[in-house]
């Protein structure tokens, strides 16, 4: 979704846009309003909710080496390399682990901009790709690459505030930081209920992905916060039913989604899984964070969240009802995050928008 705020300037800059995705992602994009081209297999998750597992680096590792550089990066590149054939751009843009984009940019000579993701920036760590991405360039023709200089030769455009990004792992020669923007449908409508809602509000949400692999934990979320003298706005995701939630305390509701750019102002604190959007989300508009992470970059956005004294962070497996319900109280009542959340919002507040992303892809093009 980062990609999209500067699609809709690049549109509003006069330029073509179209969105290769998956075929099942054809309607969403669709209704975001941009030109769809299907590509590859479907292999979206059946909307079946599993139970929590613990934290594990190594198979997260797996997952980015063997899932996204080695099997959809062979994918991404062939469809893309066919896709060209009839519908071929100036400009490549794409997220930083779309490594088969990167591929396919290089074979046919297009200059490419990679979007980051990752908020803290120490997830996708170029030793752990290098080996698939080395047999995906052999594969298709290319000279070896050991500094992995694909990942950041042309043009990266990060739209995260420096401050946030770990600084373990600076930032390239050619990356540019722009301000996130939130990507909301067209068609968003505003809940009426949305200005019924009272002081303190508590936002809770597990992410699009995320939601689906968290177990119990939104049961013993909403029990702790429920617990609360507070509002709580909860998001489940399309793939779960609110009902399944069971009864619900007091000043506790739960919707499948609600546009976050409408809610999150009426917001006093965020409670999420450390998702990268969820995250720089929340810090935009100034908000304090609880941070429950499940996986993927999630441990590294709460660590960086911790560090920067934005948040407090809590196990997935061992936090209870109890724990969750104190952690949101001590960061509500303790102003010492919220100041520390207003300082990272003001730094992307000044932060140069999507327009400038669109100046600089441009000059990518000639």
Request: hydrophobic fraction near 45%.
């Amino acid at each position: 979704m980062p990609l999209v705020p500067i699609a809709r300037a690049a549109e509003s800059a006069g330029h073509v846009v179209a969105v290769a995705g998956r075929p099942s992602h054809a309607a969403e994009i669709e209704a975001l309003g941009f030109t769809a081209l299907p590509i590859g297999s479907d292999a979206d998750s059946p909307g079946v909710r599993i139970p929590l597992r613990p934290l594990n680096p190594r198979r997260e590792d797996r997952v980015l080496r063997e899932g996204f550089a080695r099997r959809v990066g062979r994918e991404r590149a062939a469809a893309l390399l066919t896709l060209a054939d009839e519908w071929r751009p100036d400009v490549l843009v794409c997220d930083e682990t779309d490594f088969g984009a990167m591929i396919a940019a290089e074979r046919l000579e297009l200059p490419h901009a990679i979007v980051q993701v990752i908020a803290a920036g120490s997830f996708a760590r170029r030793p752990v790709v290098a080996g698939p991405l080395a047999d995906l360039r052999a594969a298709h023709g290319l000279p070896p690459d050991p500094d992995l200089e694909m990942l950041d030769r042309d043009l990266v455009l990060s739209p995260f505030p420096p401050s946030f990004r770990d600084p373990a792992f600076p930032a390239s020669a050619t990356t540019h930081a722009i301000r996130p923007a939130a990507p909301e449908p067209p068609d968003s409508t505003v809940p009426s209920w949305l200005d019924e809602l009272g002081t303190p509000t508590v936002y809770v949400t597990l992410g699009t992905v995320f939601n689906l692999e968290s177990g119990d934990l939104f049961e013993r979320v909403v029990a702790g916060v429920g617990a609360l003298p507070v509002e709580v706005v909860v998001t489940v995701g399309r793939h779960i039913d609110p009902a399944e939630l069971g009864p619900l305390p007091p000043r506790v509701r739960v919707e499948r989604y609600v546009p976050q750019a409408a809610l999150l102002p009426r917001c006093d604190l965020v409670l999420c899984h450390g998702g990268s959007g969820s995250v720089i989300g929340a810090l935009a508009h100034g908000l304090p964070l609880v941070v429950i992470p499940m996986g993927a970059d999630q441990p590294m956005n709460a660590a960086r969240c911790e560090a920067l004294g934005v948040g407090r962070v809590l196990d997935a497996l061992e936090a209870t009802p109890d724990d969750i319900g104190v952690a949101v109280s001590e960061v509500l009542h303790d102003p010492a995050y919220r100041l520390a959340a207003e300082r990272i919002r003001d730094d992307i507040a000044f932060l140069p928008g999507s327009a400038h992303a669109v100046t600089l892809l441009e000059g990518l093009s000639g």
